[in-house]
């Protein structure tokens, strides 16, 4: 009963460790990774809309948050293999099914990010708040059909 109930104690301590939700066990951890690193581009994307929303824009502070986007976009790509779709994932099926839409939304995240890191290294305001609403255009769209929440 003893034994029983440290075990029971051990399980609720690995849970809660990460917000209730399991933790990534398969090889090499991709989903954990994967997150991580979108993590990473939210963390460089989320301070220029401050910036915007807020009237703070500061050209070059935008500008070095622009290059760490440009530096962080490649991260989660090469986690998305095949049978990584397990929890903690909040990936959808289709990112497997319909890997041609996947690759093509991608593939406009990149287009986006291009034309903000252009606009970022002029220094302009008015057209890095243009291209700042066609990257975040971009997450929304890949998220509304490949991502649960
Ligand atoms: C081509 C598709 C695609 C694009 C573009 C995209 N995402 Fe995502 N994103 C995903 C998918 C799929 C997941 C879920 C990954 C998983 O849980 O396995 C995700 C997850 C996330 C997460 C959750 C990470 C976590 O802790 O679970 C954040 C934050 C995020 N994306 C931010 C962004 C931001 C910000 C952008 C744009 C600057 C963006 N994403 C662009 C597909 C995309």
Redesign the pocket.
């Known amino acids: 009963m003893r034994k029983l109930t440290s075990i029971l104690f051990v399980s609720v301590l690995a849970l809660s460790a990460c917000g209730g939700e399991p933790a990534d066990t398969g090889p090499g951890q991709p ?1 954990a990774h ?2 991580a690193a ?2 990473e ?2 963390k460089a ?1 989320e301070p220029m809309g401050v910036m915007l929303r807020t009237d703070e824009y500061d050209a070059k502070r935008f500008q070095a948050w622009s290059r760490q986007l440009m530096a962080v976009r490649d991260g ?1 790509w090469g986690y998305f293999k095949a049978g990584t779709q397990y929890p ?4 959808t099926d289709a ?1 497997w099914s319909d890997a041609a839409k ?1 690759a093509a ?2 593939q406009a ?1 990149f287009d986006a990010t291009d034309k903000l890191a252009a606009a970022a290294e002029k220094l302009d305001k008015a057209q890095a708040a243009t291209a700042y609403e066609a ?1 975040h255009n ?2 929304q769209d ?2 509304k059909t ?2 649960t929440r």
């Open positions: 989903v994967r997150r979108f993590k581009i939210l994307f989660p903690p994932s909040h990936a990112v996947f939304d991608k995240f990257v971009a997450c890949c998220h490949f991502k």
